[in-house]
């Protein structure tokens, strides 16, 4: 038992020591007034939420300028910012201070806003992750279950955009990994307050929104313990009333809450921003749909296309909700809306790579590969933000860490570092994988180098953005037929609430019998 809390504690050591080594580098907007970047934005939305009454939080006053990083996150989000406004006056009220504190960037408030983060950090997502491989039923071994705990804390990704970049999607990551949790060990009303809670804290966990929909729904139907409408009724009144309590300060005033949704969804903004790994945006080297359509048909466009790719998906959940079929569906919905929903950002593949990362240990070589790529469609916005070595340095640890922890299978003869001794099989598939798998990581490494090294044409100064946006979108693009392949195809074991509710349908059965 000792033994076991000590590797716990090095995995947690881990995990925060990287995200902190993450930290010391730059950030989104550091030293670029008048606007800076993502740390000034979270930075004033301490200073707006913590001076001013809350009915002008999202609202454009003479206190509050919605075109200097107005508000545009959910209730959750903004009062998180109260709070770590809150704690910002007490260690130095300048900080926050409305209107003279915009673009305060010295060396002790930097301390305090990467602070924050690895605090959220270890609060909701690294406690989630950790718990979530501790009680899977597919690792039998507590070593197994700790060294996948790792490999998914130290994914690039999430820890080079919240503790490089500076977000906090560990705290909306971290509250659908608990949702997730929940359902699997039979707890539907709790994972439905934790998702709840992620979609109140970032409207992108959206793209979360439709399976975990349909696994409610479609479970609550087939359900034998209890009665399905109850069951179902049970479920909306409590996500009800998580939104209610949410929403409590701005549900007193109409126009209020309007404005609110406003800010939340800001249509006019467009159909992406900068280059995305998307379709809309991988089209737009050939066909200007900003220029052919107007935005209203724009967003017809994206609305019908993100619905009708999301079916397939979609009703295998509703018909056969299973917890395995949810997280495979999870993976689905965030990639078909990541690649053809309206105003996407390159951070929000982050978003398809937490479900990816709950199956890491299911299949890691595929998983692995869609990870890496994920980082490298976000490569031009490091770039910018001048974290390439951090970019290096956490994805070759992330590489090596995979390969030498994860079976690979047949294929890790192929990978260096995987430390296996086997003979290369005789069937060609495993060979197949890894020819696909070095050519997409050459490619990666080649636009990745040009990047740095090749100065584009001047008529073309978005040359490598829009490569990197492109060879990415084709990536995704086929990850998604294998991600709806796995889910379509896959005939898994019951998850613990199944198995609780087929025992209890036997148990009550022989009591009639008797």
Known sequence: MEGGLMHLFLVVLGATLLRWCVSLNSYSGAQTPPVYGDYEAQRH????????????????????????????????????????????????????????????????????????VIVADLLVYIPAVIVYFTLTRKLTSTRDRLLTSLVVLLYPGIVLIDHGHFQYNCISLGFTVWAVIALEWGHDLLGSVAFCLALNYKQMELYHAMPFFCYLLGSSFRTKTENRFFKL???????????????????????????????????ARGIYEDKVANVWCSLAVVIKLKQLLSLDSVIRLCLCTT???????????????????????????????????????????????LPVCLLLHERPFECMWFLLVATLSMFPLLIKDGLVLPYIGTTLLFYTLM??????????????????????????????????????????????????????????????????????????????IYFHWWQLSCDVEPSKSEVKSRTTQKSNTKKKRL
């Open 45 to 116: 939305w301490m200073e707006i939420t913590y001076n001013l009454p809350i009915t002008e939080w999202y609202v454009n006053t003479t206190n509050n300028d919605l075109l200097y990083w107005g508000l545009d996150y959910p209730p959750l989000t903004a009062y998180h910012s109260w709070l770590c406004g809150a704690v910002a006056s007490v260690v130095n009220s300048t900080w926050v201070s409305l209107w003279d504190s915009r673009g305060t960037e010295s060396y002790t408030h930097k301390l305090f806003m990467r602070s924050t």
């Open 233 to 267: 009724a049970k479920i909306g009144l409590v996500v009800i009333m998580t939104f209610a309590l949410c929403w409590l300060p701005f549900l007193y005033d109409k126009d209020l809450a309007l404005q609110l949704l406003q800010r939340l969804f800001p249509f």
């Open 307 to 353: 619905l009708a790719a999301l079916l397939p998906s979609s009703l295998d959940l509703l018909l056969r909700p299973t917890v395995e079929r949810l997280k495979l569906a999870l993976v689905n919905s965030s990639l078909v809306f990541f690649l053809f929903s309206f105003q996407v950002h390159e951070k929000s593949i982050l978003i398809a790579t």
């Open 403 to 480: 390969v030498s922890s994860l079976d690979m299978g047949p294929v890790a003869i192929y990978l260096p570092g995987s430390g296996t001794t086997e003979s290369p099989s005789k069937q060609w598939t495993p060979s197949l994988k890894a020819v696909m798998f070095w050519s997409s990581m050459l490619g990666c490494v080649g636009l990745s180098v040009a990047s740095l090294t090749i100065m584009p044409p001047t008529s073309l100064p978005d040359l490598f953005p829009v490569l990197i946006s492109v060879y990415s979108c084709g990536h995704f693009l086929l990850f998604t």
